[in-house]
Structures are given as C-alpha cells and as structure tokens.
C-alpha cells in the first residue's frame, strides 16, 4: 500500500489517499489539486513532486 499526504505538498492540508497503484494515486491527486487547489494544469514538475512525496506504508488492518 503506497499513500500520499496533500501536507507535504500544500502545507495545512489534510487531504490523502491510498492506494496499491502509484499511477492511481497520481492520478487522484491530479484530480484533488484541480478541485481543491484550483491547480487546472498539472504540470510535469507537479507530478514528479507527487511521486517524489508518495510513501510507503504497512498495511495496519
Ligand atoms: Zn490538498
């Protein structure tokens, strides 16, 4: 399971997501930033700084 924290893009954020499939998780967060933080072009630097901030966590369940 990877996740991905909006705060340590967007400072004050409380917004994440997990998900097993990195594209997946770039993917809802291009769709969050848009929604969210108005960001309606995502750039290639933006999802190499998504990929970069996507961690890996254990699965608690
Ligand atoms: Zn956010």
Redesign the pocket.
């Known amino acids: 399971m990877k996740e991905f924290q909006?705060g340590s893009l967007?400072p004050g954020?409380q917004?994440h997501t997990r998900h097993e499939d990195e594209a997946e998780i770039i993917r809802r967060v291009a769709e969050?930033m848009r929604e969210?933080?108005g960001e309606t072009i995502i750039r290639e630097t933006m999802i190499e700084a998504i990929r970069s901030r996507i961690e890996k966590v254990r699965n608690a369940a």
């Open positions: 909006c967007v954020c917004w969050h969210t933080h």
